[in-house]
């Protein structure tokens, strides 16, 4: 009776190993993949606007997009302008093009106003309503503007 209960460890061991085994190549090829994916990104110019682990897609979405529309738009620009360069500007993420194009068509209006304002695409971003308010955030950016101004 001891032998059985002490082969059936051995099996119930030998299979926790196994499965230890498998998480640990999976992270392993995980962490390759991560590599390979920055070394793209950077190749591509896009290392400094990856998302982070665990940030929202759409609010880096959001954000790349609002940096690249106002990158390219003069002062006073007119609304027809700024749709335009939201509907060309998908074209260029790649990753998320058919998300991107839908979230630039269901907020386009909101987007067109906020992109004849000055503010960054972080503020841009969270009035329009896709990316979450950051009181941490807030609080630097009006530090800032009051160090400015001294």
């Known amino acids: 009776m001891l032998q ?16 230890l085994e498998y998480l640990k190549i999976e992270s392993a090829e995980d962490d390759l993949l991560n590599s390979v994916l920055d070394q793209y990104y950077e190749s591509e110019g896009l ?11 759409f ?21 027809e302008v700024i749709k335009n360069k939201l509907l060309q500007v998908c074209d260029q993420i790649r990753l998320m093009k058919t998300k991107c194009k839908k979230m630039v068509t269901k907020y386009m209006d909101v987007l067109t106003d906020e992109l004849s304002t000055t503010d960054d695409p972080q503020t841009v971003c969270i009035n329009v309503g896709i990316c979450k308010s950051n009181p ?4 630097i950016q009006d530090s800032q503007q009051t160090h400015q101004k001294l």
């Open 59 to 79: 609010c880096w979405a959001c954000k790349w997009v609002v940096k690249k529309v106002k990158k390219h738009l003069i002062t006073n620009a007119k609304a």
């Open 136 to 139: 941490i955030w807030k609080f």
């Open 47 to 57: 290392s400094e606007t990856l998302p982070k682990t665990g940030a929202d897609p």
């Open 4 to 19: 059985n209960i002490l082969i059936c460890v051995l099996f119930a061991c030998s299979a926790c190993a196994m499965h």
